[in-house]
């Protein structure tokens, strides 16, 4: 099953908001803009589960923001929903 552009889009819109919020240390900021990179190139398995793995190391980082914890947690969740989706 493919994924629709609309599911998409709203997981890419949550990600800029973290990469556009200049209260997010750098590193968590390029983390979520790798992310977004592979799951824009092709919204397949592979590039959901790479973008899902980038998100999932910046949780653990000690200068997370608390205010972007669960907005991160947050699409994490989006992009496994969308791998449930195309099996």
């Known amino acids: 099953m493919v994924i ?3 599911d998409l889009d ?6 800029d908001n973290i990469i556009n ?3 997010i240390p750098r590193n968590i900021r390029k983390s979520a ?3 977004k990179e592979a799951i824009s190139k092709e919204g397949n398995d592979v590039n959901l589960t790479s973008a899902m793995y980038l ?5 653990n980082d000690i200068n997370m923001p608390m205010h ?3 907005e991160i947690m947050e699409i994490i969740s989006e992009i496994e929903r969308l ?5």
Not at 55 to 59: K, Q, S, T, V
């Open 4 to 6: 629709s552009k609309q």
């Open 10 to 15: 709203g997981v890419i819109y949550l990600m």
């Open 21 to 23: 919020d200049n209260g």
């Open 33 to 35: 803009t790798d992310a």
């Open 55 to 59: 998100l999932d190391e910046c949780l």
């Open 68 to 70: 972007a914890r669960p």
């Open 83 to 87: 791998k449930e989706e195309m099996k």
